[in-house]
């Protein structure tokens, strides 16, 4: 199976991540689909952010929960961005959705309650997600495997990938303990090992965040089943040179 290649953040080397601007980007690069970060306003909106503060990415300043979907709206959202793009906003789920949902693009859903309380993060995600028909394209992601687990409970249907940092020695069994079907590695602890050991326990692999041509060659050579990249349009050269 040809690997698919997944925008980080959209294609947010280049573009300020976590925006309709790096989506479209990643969409011009022919990526397979898009990684993305959602979270909950004050007024229980899914916003696609990172932090669970505004300050880095955006000219706003504080918790993203402490506002409302309507006071995120006039922050623009290229802080930190190697260019300005001064109509970047905070995109809404909804927004992102509307806008792909009658291309083929495959959806990352990266659930942010790991550090902070997001009460119904997930029921909300899924109504989105089933809103839109996008259940056979979207994964769920989460450093919060309880979340994961809950998102399993609500809808078999969806697929989820346990999203980790560091060795985690036998990282399938974790997988199977929360009923994960992905394991979302990082690049330092890719091996063809690792996906081949993996694949025999019927997970697939995805390696994050993988941006040298170097580590998107190697990542490639060790067999993942995609890869998570900053930089989607170098991926597709990379894939193309060498089918
Ligand atoms: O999907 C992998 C990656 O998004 C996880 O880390 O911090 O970039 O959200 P982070
Ligand atoms: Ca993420």
């Known amino acids: 199976m040809t690997p698919l290649i997944y925008a980080h953040r959209g294609a947010s080397g280049l573009f300020p991540e976590n925006t309709m601007e ?3 980007a990643a969409v011009r690069r022919r990526a ?25 990415t955006t000219t706003g300043s504080g918790l993203v929960r402490r ?3 309507q006071e995120l709206r006039q922050f623009r959202a290229d802080r930190g961005s190697s260019s300005r793009y001064s109509r970047a906003r905070i995109p809404t789920l909804r927004e992102v959705f509307h ?8 959806f990352i859903i990266e659930l942010k309650n790991f550090l902070s309380d997001q009460p119904h993060l997930e029921e909300l995600v899924i109504e989105q997600i089933r ?31 346990l999203l980790y940092v560091g060795p985690i020695p036998r990282p399938w069994e974790v997988a199977k303990r929360y009923a994960a ?10 091996s063809a090992q690792l996906v081949k050991e993996s694949h025999k326990h019927n997970l697939t692999v995805l390696g994050w965040t993988v941006n040298s041509s170097k580590d998107i060659q190697d990542a490639f050579d060790m067999g993942v089943d995609g890869l998570i990249t900053n930089y989607p349009g170098r991926a597709r050269k990379i894939l193309r040179a060498r089918s």
Do not use: C, W
Request: overall charge negative; cysteine-free; proline content about 4%.
């Open 99 to 106: 806008a792909f949902a009658e291309t083929p693009l495959h």
């Open 67 to 69: 506002h409302t979907l």
């Open 181 to 190: 079907d992905q394991l979302h590695v990082p690049m330092d602890q890719l």
């Open 32 to 56: 397979d689909g898009i990684e993305l970060d959602v979270q909950l306003t004050r007024d229980d909106k899914l916003v696609v952010i990172h932090d669970h503060t505004l300050d880095r």
């Open 22 to 24: 790096s989506f479209y």
């Open 131 to 161: 809103r839109y028909h996008l259940t056979d394209r979207t994964i769920i992601s989460s450093f919060n495997f309880d979340s994961l687990q809950r998102i399993k409970q609500l809808d078999p249907a969806l697929t989820t990938g």
